[in-house]
């Protein structure tokens, strides 16, 4: 779990960072390639930082990951 947390850390920072240079959030693809994460690691930390409150998720719209 720990691991997991740190995970969730270096996403959010990824998405701050895509977000305040390029004025859109990262896709998945991008996320999993800057980080070398897993899909099945990103989409657990994803869902955790969303329960936590720290991102929201825009329904129906690719690149819907923005930072809270």
Known sequence: EKAMTLLGLRILKFIKKYVKTNEIPPTRKEMIEG??????????AINRLEEDQ???RVPG???NIWPV
């Open 61 to 63: 719209r690719s690149r």
């Open 54 to 56: 720290l991102i929201k």
């Open 35 to 44: 980080l070398s994460a897993s899909a099945d690691g990103l989409n657990y």
